[in-house]
């Protein structure tokens, strides 16, 4: 379960270590992790619209078969509840968010806000998937995306799309989701 006041806090903390600590020279996540290293720039460079590749807590950003950021901020407007059971992709992103007693979170519930975009939220706060379509470059760090272009859209390309493309540089590999890697063998050499 993702509970997006803990994304809300975990971003905020690694900005502050970055930003007390940094700046690094990059960032480097593998799917979740290359997830939360976009959506932390994003959140950056959100809260910094102006700031120069050296005023970055990352210069650079590696992401291994990341899927698509979200975005988690205060609700400016009131959202009207709505029903997912005909869109996949909603079905696919809402079903993540459960109420769950034990760690006192609370039930996101899907939602839309007057400009038809899809969010979840508890009234208080909403989660909004990241599109390129809509959103368009939000990463203006050079980046490197390793992924398999036969993985899910999701799981890097769209994540690429939302990326500077005069900054970006693909690796590919024929892994699927799985970390890349190359194995060698006595007999055979490479393979």
Avoid: W
């Avoid at 600590?21 to 290293?37: E, H, K, M, R």
Wanted: charged share 20%.
């Amino acid at each position: 379960m993702l509970d997006p006041y803990d994304v809300l806090d975990a971003e905020r903390q690694l900005l502050e270590i970055a930003l007390e600590d940094g700046p690094y020279d990059g960032i480097l996540g593998y799917s979740q992790g290359a997830t939360f290293a976009a959506q932390t720039v994003i959140q950056h460079i959100i809260e910094n619209p102006r700031a120069t590749i050296q005023e970055m807590p990352f210069r650079f950003a590696i992401f291994f078969n990341g899927a698509t950021p979200s975005r988690v901020s205060p609700l400016t407007e009131e959202p009207r509840p709505i029903r997912i059971e005909s869109d996949p992709e909603a079905i696919n992103f809402y079903k993540v968010q459960k109420a769950n007693p034990i760690l006192h979170s609370t039930a996101f519930y899907p939602a839309a806000l007057s400009n038809g975009r899809n969010i979840l939220t508890d009234g208080q706060i909403g989660m909004i998937k990241c599109d390129p379509d809509i959103d368009g470059t939000m990463i203006k760090i050079p980046t490197l995306h390793v992924r398999c272009p036969t993985d899910n859209y999701e799981h890097g390309l769209e994540l690429q799309k939302l990326c500077e493309p005069s900054s970006v540089q693909e690796y590919f590999h024929g892994h699927g989701h799985d970390f890349p890697r190359v194995c060698i063998s006595a007999a055979t050499g490479l393979f």
